[in-house]
């Protein structure tokens, strides 16, 4: 990063001579300062704690202690110098039930900032604290995970936990909180399963939980949480559970131990459950606690001094620094340990570097394989060299870490930037080849047939998530004339495609009962009337709901939907002649172990009558769709209407 060595260090980074004249934008301040112990942060005994924090350019280091979390200093403390840019600090005593922050000198300007490796926070989390965190563990902690033999057997659901619950109709107790996600047995309108009990009616394999870190007060006040709503995409602490979920924002245990008794309850009842992680930015670039204790360091920069916005968030977090990676590797470890998460999902992927995610699955296989990383490896703009960019065209360098599929998306319902595209759903020409390319999963499957991926388990596919509108409000904007039912069958079949593509499935929360945002696109701080869970709906429609638990059962039973390596896809998965509008292929020769012999799938978009002819390999008969199959006599088959249809032939 020479090229910021322009930036004035002495007014604005602190004074040269702490660090022997090293800039902090050099490459030569990871090799003298970088620290490679496992013990930043503080170590709790009722003896005495220990804090060590990473400050090469400070002249002075102090622990301030608090008796509360709004209260004045009751003690500070000085540090010690440490190696490699570290201060040391043994304070004797018990001190479990304090709070903390570190004060730090840099240059001529104090800055006090809550400790980066902080594992437990006051509320709204200026302050960390101080505590025995095997108090906060839930009875039984931590249980038994549920067994996975492979990422390409998720299903993922992607949801946001205020959202599960909030609806007054969700017939959940703790309606936006951790513990409603918890809940057995609730049920909503017509006596429909609501929360939990629908997750696992479903058959999802996943939970995916929207941000779940402590993120910035700005978007949701712990103290007023049912004022304000956010997704959360704007960290503050990170290894902290948010406070706003908490049923008590005020102890900092309620929400560690909540958190804990999310996880637990879901893995007791056989689901795993995935964390969405946002270290490519920080709420605040100037405000964050890493930018107050080190300036300069853990955010890229332009060469003009102004801070890169790849993010549109404001700043990129420099992922490719010695001890911004080290704090990123840690950071997924401790929620892997601590908390058991079974996977990590990375927002904006493609701003971190690839050497970071190559690190990152490399201690997370050590820990355990079957934790499962995905991102959004979208090509964005940074102040990082193209080749270090951990996107979609760096993809095979990244084994085991899959992208989210934002091609087959796209072909799926239209593009995201353009509003009146309809994709193959709606009945757009032209998007055959691009579905292809999904339904293979992103393999290069021939010359013409291949995306980003080498493997199928580096791609998710997907028609909906928490970003961009909702499958169902994008065909309402393309095509507002279509009939609810029109509408309705299309929408079903996007959720086919991503069900029965090659690679790793993901639906949204709602996407069962065609989840509607009323037209936003980016709901992301719009009220719970826009973003809850609308239980009403799914009752109303339980039909659509049965249909996707259908298909997530079809995918389970037929391992020819979920081939493991690229060249079972290419040996097993053919493309098969149809008309404009439509999709065929069949998965040959018990393709993946597949009870049945041969499928046949065919995907048509077409509102009318079609015909289509089938490979002579056998005696067909529909095993999905059957309802929308007019004739089928020998290799010719008729369909009526948009829709899926899945035939067989047994042994």
């Known amino acids: 990063m020479a090229v910021q060595r322009e930036i004035d260090y002495e007014i604005d980074f602190g004074n040269p001579e702490v660090t022997s004249g090293i800039s902090v934008f050099s490459r030569e301040f990871d090799t003298a300062f970088a620290y ?7 170590a709790y005994t009722k003896n005495h704690t220990v804090f060590r924090l990473w400050a090469p350019t400070a ?3 102090y622990v301030v202690l608090y008796d509360r979390w709004d209260g004045e200093p009751s003690q500070t403390i000085a540090m010690n110098k440490s190696e490699w840019g570290t201060w040391l600090l043994e304070a004797d005593g018990d001190l479990h039930g ?66 599960l619950s909030i609806h007054p109709d969700s017939g959940i107790t703790n309606k936006g ?24 009616d479903l058959g999802v394999t996943h ?12 978007s949701v006040d712990e103290t007023r949480p049912h004022e304000q709503y956010n997704w959360g995409y704007d960290p503050k602490n990170y290894n902290v559970p948010e406070g706003s979920y908490s049923s008590d924002p005020y102890d900092p245990l309620v929400r560690i131990r909540e958190l804990k008794s999310v996880i637990k309850a879901l893995h007791d009842q056989g689901l795993r459950v995935i964390m969405d992680v946002v270290y490519n930015h920080v709420y605040d670039g100037y405000r964050v606690n890493l930018a107050k204790l080190v300036p300069g360091y853990y955010l890229r920069y332009k060469p003009d001094g102004t801070l890169s916005d790849g993010s549109h968030c404001g700043n990129d977090i420099a992922s490719e620094r010695l001890m911004t990676r080290k704090y990123i590797v840690d950071s997924v470890l401790y929620w892997a340990r601590c908390y058991g998460f079974d996977g990590f999902r990375f927002d904006l992927m493609g701003l971190l570097d690839v050497e970071t995610m190559q690190e990152i699955r490399r201690r997370l296989d050590e820990l355990d394989p ?14 990082l060299p193209e080749p270090l960019r951990a996107n979609q065209h760096q993809a095979s360098r990244m084994p085991r870490i899959a992208h989210f599929n934002g091609f087959l998306r796209d072909a799926v319902k239209g593009g995201v930037f353009d509003p009146g595209s309809r994709g193959f759903i709606g009945g757009d020409d032209g998007m055959a080849q691009n ?67 090659q690679g790793i499935p993901l639906i949204h929360a709602g996407q069962e009962f065609m989840r509607t945002k009323y037209g936003i696109e980016n709901s992301y701080n719009s009220p719970d009337s826009i973003n809850r869970m609308d239980w009403r709906r799914a009752a109303e429609r339980k039909h659509d709901v049965w249909y996707m638990k259908e298909l997530i059962a079809l995918r389970k039973m037929h391992p020819a939907f979920r081939l493991r390596t690229a060249e079972q896809i290419r040996e097993h998965l053919f493309f098969e002649p149809s008309p404009e509008r439509t999709v065929a292929l069949t998965l040959r020769n018990h393709a993946g172990g597949d009870p049945s012999k041969h499928l046949y799938v065919l995907y048509n978009a077409r509102d009318e ?28 088959l008729t369909v009526n209407g948009i829709a899926m249809i899945v035939l067989e032939i047994g042994e």
């Not at 304090?98 to 200026?126: H, I």
């Not at 509108?469 to 393309?478: G, S």
């Open 435 to 501: 579905i292809r390319k999904g339904l293979a999963g992103g393999i290069p499957y021939n010359d013409e047939i291949r995306l980003f991926a080498d493997e199928p388990d580096q791609t998710v596919n997907f028609a909906e998530c928490h970003d961009n509108y909702t499958m169902w409000d994008k065909l309402m904007l393309a095509a507002p004339w279509d009939s609810d039912d029109i509408r309705t069958r299309m929408h079903r079949l996007g959720s086919a495609i991503v069900l029965t593509a």
């Open 609 to 636: 009558q079609v015909t289509v002819e089938l490979p002579d390999l056998g005696n067909w008969r529909p095993i999905w769709g059957q309802a929308h199959v007019a004739a089928l006599q020998g290799t010719a």
């Open 207 to 218: 939970v995916q939980l929207l941000p779940v870190f402590d993120y910035s007060t700005e």
């Open 177 to 200: 909180r951790y513990l409603g996600l918890t809940e057995t047995g609730t049920r909503g309108p017509d006596g429909i399963k609501t929360g939990l009990d629908h997750l696992l």
């Open 98 to 163: 304090k709070y903390y922050t570190y004060k730090v000198l840099v240059g001529e300007q104090w800055n006090e900032a809550v400790d980066p490796y902080a594992r437990a926070v006051g509320v709204n989390g200026d302050r960390g604290y101080i505590a025995d965190l095997a108090a906060a563990d839930p009875e039984g902690w931590p249980g038994a995970k549920p067994p996975l033999e492979s990422p390409l057997d998720t299903v993922i659901y992607e949801v946001h936990i205020r959202d």
């Open 36 to 42: 490679h112990g496992d013990d930043l942060g503080t």
């Open 370 to 383: 079957s934790i499962v990383t995905l991102g959004e490896g979208w090509d964005m703009e940074t102040e």
């Open 59 to 61: 002249t002075e280091a």
